[in-house]
């Protein structure tokens, strides 16, 4: 079975995260320098088997798009235009990046570790790939 891929589009770097192939459990996958993210994707499909998308919908408090929806959007039609034939859905990310540092904490993880930017965006890319899977049970 083709895996899921999610994706925590950031302006500088992106988290991604992947399914297992039975679509169980999600693991933090890296960290990519967003400039190159359609890049490392082309490389990564090429690699292995995703149908599905899942990107990272910022909301606020009160529910309204967050200010880097724009950018993600221009992010999603690139996307489109790069690989045509994957689905692409979105899933709400609230509160990935506090849970991500919690997890860090509760797991035990160095302060120093804890303050690699790119760690939390991997654990979010995680958490996110993870709800949407546990949703769709």
Do not use: H, W
Not at 83 to 88: N, W
Not at 95 to 110: D, E, H, L, V, Y
Request: glycine share 6%; net charge positive; aromatic share 6%.
């Amino acid at each position: 079975m083709p895996r899921i891929l999610a994706i925590d589009y950031g302006q500088k770097r992106s988290g991604i995260a992947i399914s297992d192939p039975l679509r169980i459990i999600a693991s933090g996958l890296t960290t990519v320098e967003t400039p190159k993210l359609i890049s490392f994707l082309r490389d990564y499909f090429s690699q292995e088997e995703v149908n599905l998308i899942v990107v990272g919908l910022p909301k606020r408090m009160n529910n309204t798009a967050s200010e880097s929806e724009p950018a993600i959007l221009n992010f999603i039609e690139d996307l489109k235009r790069s690989f045509s034939g994957l689905e692409i859905v979105r899933y709400d990310e609230r509160f990935t990046s506090k849970m991500a540092t919690q997890a860090m904490i509760s797991g035990g993880m160095r302060k120093s570790k804890r303050r690699e930017k790119g760690m939390i965006d991997k654990i979010s890319a995680t958490l996110i790939l993870q709800g949407f899977m546990d949703s769709l049970r």
